[in-house]
C-alpha cells in the first residue's frame, strides 16, 4: 500500500498488526523489539494483542503482556509511532518531540473549538457567503445545529445545508475537493485573547493526561517490520504545569505550548475543510 498521507490511518493500522503478530509468533522482528524491551525495562514481554475496541475513547494501539516472569505477567497499553525511513534513533529522540499526533480531539473538548466554529459559521455560513456562491436551496441552520451536525461530528455533515454544500463542491471539483480556499479570511478573523489561551491551558491539562495515562509504554520503530529496522522503547509521561501559549496561523491553527514536554494542538478540519469535523488534535 503506498505511504501516503491520506492512506495514513491503514498504513498505521497494518504496521501495528505487524508488530503484533511478529512479538505474539516470536518471529526474528518480534525477538528483536522484544529484545530492546528488556535492556530499557530489565523485565519481559511475553506476548502481544490487538487492542480492546477501537472507539475514539481508546487512546492507545496494542497491548503486551509484561512481568519479571510469565506468572506474574500483566497487559499494558503501547503507543506506537512509525516512519519508513530505517535510520538509527538517536538516545536523545523521543517519540512525541517528533511532534505525532498522541490524541485525536473533537472541537467541543476545547471552548477556544466552538470559538473557531463560530467564527467559521459568521463568516461563510450565517452571512449567506456560501448559500449564494454554491446556489444552495437548503436553509441556512442554526448555529447550534450547525456546530452539533457538522462542526462536531467525525464523519460527513448531517444538516441539509452541509450535505448540498459539499456534494456541490465535490461534483465541481473531485471526490477529495474541500473549501481549503476558505479558511483563509476566518483563520485572520479568529483572535484569540489572553484569558481564551489561559483557559484552553487549564482546560487541555487534564484533558491530554487522561490520554496520556493510558500509554503505558512507547515503541517507535524506523524502517520496515518485514525487513530493516530500528526499534526504542519509552516508558510514560505526563504533562506538569503548563507555563505558556503561543498562537500561528498557517493553513491551519497551532497552539505551542511550553512545558516539562513541549507539546502542540492543531486546529484543524477532519473530514473535508468547511464541512464538517472541526478538531483539535495534540502532538
Avoid at 38 to 43: E, L, S
Wanted: net charge neutral.
Amino acid at each position: 500500500m503506498p505511504r501516503t498521507r491520506a492512506l495514513a490511518g491503514e498504513n498505521e493500522k497494518l504496521d501495528i498488526e505487524k508488530i503484533v503478530r511478529a512479538i505474539h509468533t516470536r518471529s526474528q522482528a518480534g525477538l528483536k523489539i522484544m529484545t530492546a524491551f528488556t535492556q530499557r525495562f530489565a523485565t519481559n514481554i511475553y506476548d502481544a494483542r490487538a487492542r480492546k475496541g477501537g472507539n475514539r475513547s481508546t487512546h492507545y494501539d496494542f497491548e503486551i503482556l509484561v512481568g519479571a516472569t510469565a506468572e506474574i505477567a500483566e497487559w499494558r497499553n503501547v503507543e506506537h509511532k512509525g516512519g519508513r525511513d530505517c535510520r538509527p534513533i538517536g538516545p536523545e529522540e523521543t517519540p512525541w518531540a517528533a511532534g505525532v499526533q498522541f490524541h485525536n480531539g473533537g472541537c467541543e473538548k476545547y471552548s477556544i473549538g466552538s470559538q473557531y466554529a463560530r467564527v467559521w459559521y459568521d463568516t461563510h455560513i450565517s452571512s449567506g457567503t456560501l448559500k449564494t456562491t454554491w446556489d444552495l436551496a437548503a436553509p441556512i441552520p442554526s448555529y447550534e445545529e450547525w456546530f452539533e451536525k457538522d462542526a462536531k461530528r467525525q464523519g460527513d455533515p448531517k444538516t441539509a445545508f452541509g450535505a448540498e454544500l459539499k456534494k456541490k463542491v465535490r461534483a465541481r471539483f473531485g471526490p477529495r475537493s474541500s473549501l481549503l480556499g476558505d479558511r483563509a479570511i476566518v483563520n485572520e478573523a479568529f483572535t484569540p485573547t489572553p484569558a481564551d489561551l489561559e483557559l484552553l491551558k487549564e482546560e487541555a491539562l487534564p484533558i491530554l493526561n487522561d490520554v496520556l495515562r493510558q500509554k503505558h509504554y512507547w515503541l517507535t520503530i524506523h524502517g520496515d517490520i518485514d525487513g530493516e529496522f530500528h526499534c526504542a522503547w519509552y516508558p510514560p509521561f505526563l504533562l506538569d504545569t503548563i507555563d505558556s501559549i503561543s498562537v500561528r496561523k498557517d493553513l491551519d491553527i497551532w497552539f505551542d505550548f511550553q512545558c516539562s514536554v513541549p507539546f502542540k494542538l492543531l486546529l484543524r478540519w477532519g473530514k473535508g475543510a468547511g464541512f464538517s469535523n472541526v478538531r483539535i488534535d495534540a502532538r
